[in-house]
C-alpha cells in the first residue's frame, strides 16, 4: 500500500490524500497548526468567549467527559486557567476500566466539579453494537452518537450554553482542515461522528423494535431549541496548541492521573484510549479492514513532532498491529456472534487495497483483563436470525 514519505500513514486512512512530494494532507495541516495558526490570537479568542458566558448560568460551560488523557486536559486546562465552574457530563458506553474509574475519582477530589454521569440501556446498546458492525463494521455507533448527542441534550435541559469539547478533528484526519471553523455542532456530527447513520436510520434498520424516544440519547437536538439557547459547541483545541503528549505528562505530574496497558499499543503510549476494555477489538477491525491501527496513528503524530524515527515507528508497527485481542471473546458474547462470523463480516468491509490478514497471532493480555465486567450475552438465536438476514441482503444487494 502507498504510505505517506513523512508520517507513514498508509492510502486506506480516512480522508487521506496526498501531494506531489508524497506528504499526507493530515502532515500538511500539521505543518499549517505549527506554521500559520497565531496561537497568542487564538487564546484572546478563547477569553472573549469565556467572557461572554462566564457566570451568567448556574454552570460556567459543559464538559463531556470520558476520563481520557484529552477530556481530563481539556477540564484542568478550564479551572486551573480560567478558574471555571463546569458541569462535567459522562457517557457511560459500557467499557470502562478499573484505572479509568480510580482516575476519575482521583480527579474529582483534586480539581472539584459537579458530574452527571449517564449509562443507557444496555438491551439497546447491544443490538445498536450488532447492527452498526454488520452495516458498517465499526460496533461503536451507540458511543460516537452518545458522547456527542447527551450532552447536548444536557445544554438544553440545564441552560448551559458553552460546551467545551478536547481536540480538534484535523489533529488525526482532514475532515475539517485547521483553517476551518469546526463547531461541534449538528453538520460535524453527520459528518464525522455517526458513520452515516441518524438514529431514525437505526430505527428502521432495528426493524421499529423499540420506540424513537428510547433511541433520543443517540439523536442530536433539532437546531431550533440549540439557537434558541445560542449554544456554542467548541473545540479546546481549536484555542489553543494541542499535544496529547505533552498534556498527558502535565496531568500525570499534576493530578496523578495514570495510565494503563491497551491490548496492541506500544508501552510508551500508555496514555492512549485507556477509557474502553473493547478498545482492543476496535483496533483489530480496523486492522482488519485498512491494514494499520493504532499504533500506525500514535507513531505518525511522533513523526510530525520528530520525536521518533522512522526505523523506531515501523518497528512498532510490525511488533503490534494486527494480533488478536482477548477481548474479541467478550465482544463476541456480546453480540452474540462466533469468530467466524466475525470474520465474515469484517471482510465485507474491506478498504481497498487492504488484503485481510488474521495470521499475525495473539496480542498480549492486559494486567486487569480478569476484572472487566463480562456480564450481559446477546441472545444467540437472536443474534444468529439478523445476521442470516444480513447475509441474505449482502447476497441480494451487495455490500
Given at each position: 500500500?502507498?504510505?505517506?514519505?513523512?508520517?507513514?500513514?498508509?492510502?486506506t486512512h480516512?480522508?487521506?490524500?496526498?501531494?506531489?512530494?508524497?506528504?499526507?494532507?493530515?502532515?500538511?495541516?500539521?505543518?499549517?497548526?505549527?506554521?500559520?495558526?497565531?496561537?497568542n490570537s487564538?487564546k484572546k479568542e478563547?477569553?472573549?468567549?469565556?467572557?461572554?458566558?462566564?457566570?451568567?448560568?448556574?454552570?460556567d460551560?459543559?464538559v463531556?467527559?470520558?476520563?481520557?488523557?484529552?477530556?481530563?486536559?481539556?477540564?484542568?486546562?478550564?479551572?486551573?486557567?480560567?478558574?471555571?465552574?463546569?458541569?462535567?457530563?459522562?457517557f457511560?458506553?459500557?467499557?470502562?476500566?478499573?484505572?479509568?474509574?480510580?482516575?476519575?475519582?482521583?480527579?474529582?477530589?483534586?480539581?472539584?466539579?459537579?458530574?452527571?454521569?449517564?449509562?443507557p440501556?444496555?438491551?439497546?446498546?447491544?443490538?445498536?453494537?450488532?447492527?452498526?458492525?454488520?452495516?458498517?463494521?465499526?460496533?461503536?455507533?451507540?458511543?460516537?452518537?452518545?458522547?456527542?448527542?447527551?450532552?447536548?441534550?444536557?445544554?438544553i435541559?440545564?441552560?448551559?450554553?458553552?460546551?467545551?469539547?478536547?481536540?480538534?478533528?484535523?489533529?488525526?484526519?482532514?475532515?475539517?482542515?485547521?483553517?476551518?471553523d469546526?463547531?461541534?455542532?449538528?453538520?460535524?456530527?453527520?459528518r464525522?461522528?455517526?458513520?452515516?447513520?441518524?438514529?431514525?436510520?437505526?430505527?428502521?434498520?432495528?426493524?421499529e423494535?423499540?420506540?424513537?424516544k428510547?433511541?433520543?440519547?443517540?439523536?442530536?437536538?433539532?437546531?431550533?431549541?440549540?439557537?434558541?439557547?445560542?449554544?456554542?459547541?467548541?473545540?479546546?483545541?481549536?484555542?489553543?496548541?494541542?499535544?496529547?503528549?505533552?498534556?498527558?505528562?502535565?496531568?500525570?505530574?499534576?493530578?496523578?492521573?495514570?495510565?494503563?496497558?491497551?491490548?496492541?499499543?506500544?508501552?510508551?503510549?500508555?496514555?492512549?484510549?485507556i477509557?474502553?476494555?473493547m478498545?482492543?477489538?476496535r483496533?483489530?477491525?480496523?486492522y482488519?479492514?485498512?491494514?494499520?491501527?493504532?499504533?500506525s496513528?500514535?507513531?505518525?503524530?511522533?513523526?510530525?513532532?520528530?520525536?521518533?524515527?522512522?526505523e523506531?515507528?515501523?518497528?512498532?508497527?510490525?511488533?503490534?498491529?494486527?494480533k488478536?485481542?482477548k477481548?474479541?471473546?467478550?465482544?463476541?458474547?456480546?453480540?452474540?456472534?462466533n469468530?467466524?462470523e466475525?470474520?465474515?463480516?469484517?471482510?465485507?468491509?474491506?478498504?481497498s487495497p487492504?488484503?485481510?490478514?488474521?495470521?499475525?497471532?495473539?496480542?498480549?493480555?492486559?494486567?486487569?483483563?480478569?476484572?472487566?465486567?463480562?456480564?450481559?450475552?446477546?441472545?444467540?438465536?437472536?443474534?444468529?436470525?439478523?445476521f442470516?438476514?444480513?447475509k441474505?441482503?449482502?447476497?441480494t444487494?451487495?455490500?
Open positions: 500500500m502507498k504510505k505517506c514519505n513523512n508520517c507513514l500513514l498508509p492510502e480516512e480522508t487521506i490524500q496526498y501531494d506531489s512530494l508524497g506528504n499526507c494532507n493530515v502532515c500538511n495541516q500539521h505543518t499549517f497548526k505549527n506554521e500559520v495558526i497565531d496561537w487564538k478563547l477569553d472573549n468567549l469565556i467572557d461572554k458566558y462566564r457566570g451568567k448560568y448556574d454552570y460551560c459543559i463531556p467527559f470520558s476520563g481520557g488523557k484529552d477530556s481530563t486536559w481539556t477540564l484542568y486546562y478550564l479551572i486551573k486557567e480560567y478558574k471555571l465552574n463546569p458541569l462535567v457530563v459522562r457511560d458506553h459500557g467499557f470502562m476500566r478499573p484505572n479509568l474509574e480510580k482516575n476519575i475519582k482521583n480527579l474529582s477530589r483534586k480539581l472539584g466539579f459537579d458530574m452527571i454521569n449517564f449509562t440501556n444496555w438491551k439497546i446498546v447491544q443490538k445498536l453494537m450488532l447492527r452498526s458492525f454488520l452495516d458498517k463494521g465499526d460496533f461503536c455507533w451507540h458511543c460516537h452518537t452518545g458522547i456527542f448527542s447527551y450532552p447536548m441534550w444536557i445544554s435541559e440545564k441552560e448551559i450554553p458553552l460546551i467545551f469539547w478536547g481536540e480538534k478533528s484535523s489533529e488525526y484526519s482532514s475532515y475539517f482542515s485547521y483553517d476551518d469546526e463547531e461541534v455542532d449538528e453538520k460535524r456530527f453527520d464525522y461522528i455517526n458513520l452515516g447513520i441518524t438514529s431514525e436510520d437505526m430505527y428502521f434498520r432495528l426493524d423494535e423499540f420506540d424513537m428510547r433511541l433520543k440519547p443517540y439523536t442530536y437536538p433539532p437546531k431550533e431549541k440549540l439557537k434558541k439557547l445560542n449554544v456554542r459547541s467548541v473545540c479546546l483545541g481549536s484555542y489553543i496548541s494541542w499535544d496529547v503528549k505533552t498534556q498527558s505528562n502535565i496531568i500525570s505530574k499534576e493530578l496523578g492521573w495514570t495510565g494503563d496497558e491497551v491490548e496492541n499499543v506500544p508501552p510508551e503510549y500508555n496514555y492512549e484510549k477509557e474502553c476494555y478498545q482492543g477489538v483496533d483489530y477491525i480496523k482488519l479492514k485498512r491494514g494499520y491501527s493504532r499504533p496513528h500514535l507513531v505518525a503524530l511522533d513523526l510530525r513532532n520528530k520525536r521518533i524515527t522512522k523506531r515507528a515501523k518497528e512498532l508497527i510490525n511488533l503490534y498491529e494486527g488478536k485481542p477481548s474479541l471473546d467478550l465482544f463476541l458474547k456480546f453480540i452474540g456472534l469468530e467466524k466475525f470474520y465474515e463480516v469484517v471482510k465485507n468491509h474491506l478498504i487492504n488484503q485481510m490478514n488474521i495470521d499475525r497471532g495473539n496480542a498480549k493480555l492486559t494486567h486487569d483483563f480478569h476484572h472487566w465486567n463480562t456480564e450481559g450475552d446477546s441472545n444467540r438465536d437472536e443474534s444468529k436470525k439478523i442470516d438476514e444480513w441474505d441482503q449482502i447476497k444487494f451487495g455490500k
